[in-house]
């Protein structure tokens, strides 16, 4: 401790000043040179109870320097004990600190486990449904492309039993034109020959009267 305040420092304020005095001065005191807030306040009723118990010893008039050295030393193993005492103590609450920080990385490690789980379960669902979709998109699309072939052989097929119809007709309609074109051929052809038949019978007719005139 080679910071400790001197003996000296420790003595200059008798007991009814310490009584008297605000405590707070000495933890400071003891601040200053190396102690902290809680640790100050444990030493300064220790000292106080130390003091409080040694001032026959140190106030008499007959207090020998080797009993002062003696004082001194009891005082600074109280002083000693105690600083160990926090030094343990503090390195108990940081043993404590990093146990419980281990034990949350631990549990956060395992929900970042879990949450990773999830993840990967979510996109391997989602995969799925999307290869399942996609599968059934496709069988759609086959079977509106089978349907489209078969309505596209149903239109074809209709507009060749319409070309054939067609032609049917066309042809039916040539037949019965040259038909009737014969028929009008024949008819005008009974018609020359009766034409002619009557201009005949007319000139024979006419031949005889003349004749009979003559």
Known sequence: FSRIIPLQLLFNHSLSHLKDDNLMTLVCLLEENGFTTQQAEIIVPALVKIMEANMDVVYKDMVTKMQQEITLQ???????????????LEKSEFS?????????????????QQVMDEVIKVRTDTKL???LEKSRVKELYSMNERKLLELRTEIMALHAQ???ALT?????????????KTMLESHKLDNIKYLAGSI???LTVALGFYRLWI
Do not use: G, P, Y
């Open 74 to 88: 009891q005082i600074m193993s109280q002083i000693a004990n105690v600083k160990k005492d926090m030094i343990i």
């Open 96 to 112: 404590a600190l990093r146990a419980e920080n281990e034990k949350i990385k631990l549990e956060l490690h395992q929900l970042k």
């Open 129 to 131: 449904d999307f290869n």
């Open 162 to 164: 319409q070309d054939r």
């Open 168 to 180: 049917q007709t066309d042809r039916k309609i040539e037949t019965e034109v040259a038909s009737l």
């Open 200 to 202: 005949f019978t007319c």
